[in-house]
């Protein structure tokens, strides 16, 4: 394969700049607009040859450790994502948001051949760097992409197809680029629509457990779901205040953008009622005492460090004097 690169390399590299020269050519596709972005605002030449610079050891494990939040919730998936396609002859990158590959899978008879293209750890993917490519445009365009063989912007990447899904953090921000990578000719349009869709569910999958770690002390609530998307999940601490939204439930929600969530009741962002008074957070404690005493006044004062009396003048004044409610 990679001796008829030559010349069909030479005519990708002539097709995309003709296409970079047309007047309108950024209007003409998303593929097209990265290729002018590769070559007018980066500087970039389809027909040069691969640099191949990596970090180094040092530098490479520092950045690791920087992302091992989310190396830690996306191991597991990108491992069933592997068992999933690595069978076909694929491979599977993750990447962060500079596009620096943090973690890569495939299978020992293709290792070699991924290595060589550049698909493996510590190496540079992003669109200032190699051009219109999966991991790199789909960090740009932040949304899923797939990048055929033709569609790269430089010559030396035609032999490959990428499918990529964009990963946000539990604050809503972009951090990593999930990729599975291809280059076996027979991998065309349709396996790519089946393996991208394995891709965007894997990087949801990532995004959930990555939020859920972020908040293992609170309660996740689902206030929604996108085909697309992913889950709208909220963190709710024990006083029932949202302090975590993931970006679906920012956007469906309207809690903006910012970081750092402003604590706000979880009726309240749910739109289900007003804000809780006093009085019904009390008369939500005393229930729920009387639940876990099976509906014994006694126990359930005890459970609350209060006298016997007052139990009944705090139900009496939550409009409980009847008992269990």
């Given at each position: 394969m990679a001796s008829e690169w030559p010349n069909c390399g030479n005519r990708h590299s002539d097709k995309v700049l003709d296409t970079v020269q047309s007047g309108n050519a950024a209007a003409l596709s998303a593929v097209a607009a990265s290729w002018c972005r590769s070559a007018l605002r980066h500087g970039l030449d389809p027909s040069a040859g691969r640099q191949g610079e990596r970090?180094?050891?040092?530098?490479?494990?520092?950045?690791?450790?920087?992302?091992?939040?989310?190396?830690?919730?996306?191991?597991?998936?990108?491992d069933g994502l592997f068992g999933s396609v690595g069978r076909t002859g694929a491979c599977v990158i993750l990447s962060d948001i500079d596009g620096i590959v943090l973690e890569a899978r495939s299978s020992a008879?293709?290792?070699?051949?991924?290595?060589?293209?550049?698909?493996?750890?510590?190496?540079?993917?992003?669109?200032?760097?190699?051009?219109?490519?999966?991991?790199?445009?789909?960090?740009?365009?932040?949304?899923?992409?797939?990048?055929?063989?033709?569609e790269h912007f430089a010559s030396r990447n035609i032999g490959v197809s990428c499918m990529d899904a964009p990963i946000f953090d539990p604050d809503g921000c972009l951090v990593a680029?999930?990729?599975?990578?291809?280059?076996?000719?027979?991998?065309?349009?349709?396996?790519?629509?089946?393996?991208?869709?394995?891709?965007?569910?894997?990087?949801?999958?990532?995004?959930?457990?990555?939020?859920?770690?972020?908040?293992?002390?609170?309660?996740?609530?689902?206030?929604?779901?996108?085909?697309?998307?992913?889950?709208?999940?909220?963190a709710v601490d024990r006083d029932d205040l949202v302090i975590g939204a993931t970006r679906m439930?920012?956007?469906?929600?309207?809690?903006?953008?910012?970081?750092?969530?402003?604590?706000?009741?979880?009726?309240?962002?749910?739109?289900?009622?007003?804000?809780?008074?006093?009085?019904?957070?009390?008369?939500?404690?005393?229930?729920?005492?009387?639940?876990?005493s099976n509906g014994n006044v006694a126990a359930a004062a005890r459970l609350l460090?209060?006298?016997?009396?007052?139990?009944?003048?705090?139900?009496?004044?939550?409009?409980?004097?009847?008992?269990?409610?």
């Open positions: 970090l180094g050891k040092a530098e490479f494990g520092m950045l690791r450790e920087a992302n091992g939040e989310l190396l830690a919730a996306a191991t597991p998936v990108l008879a293709e290792a070699g051949l991924f290595d060589a293209i550049g698909l493996a750890p510590a190496a540079q993917w992003s669109e200032a760097a190699e051009g219109t490519n999966g991991i790199g445009t789909c960090l740009v365009e932040q949304r899923p992409v797939t990048i055929l063989r033709g680029a999930l990729d599975v990578s291809s280059a076996r000719p027979e991998h065309g349009e349709a396996m790519a629509a089946m393996i991208a869709a394995l891709v965007q569910d894997a990087a949801r999958a990532i995004e959930r457990d990555y939020f859920c770690r972020r908040f293992a002390e609170a309660r996740i609530v689902l206030a929604g779901e996108s085909r697309t998307g992913g889950p709208s999940l909220l439930a920012r956007r469906h929600l309207g809690l903006g953008t910012e970081a750092r969530l402003t604590s706000r009741p979880l009726a309240e962002v749910l739109g289900t009622g007003p804000a809780s008074r006093f009085e019904d957070g009390e008369r939500t404690v005393l229930r729920q005492a009387l639940a876990r460090g209060i006298g016997r009396a007052t139990m009944y003048r705090r139900m009496e004044r939550a409009g409980m004097a009847g008992g269990v409610h």
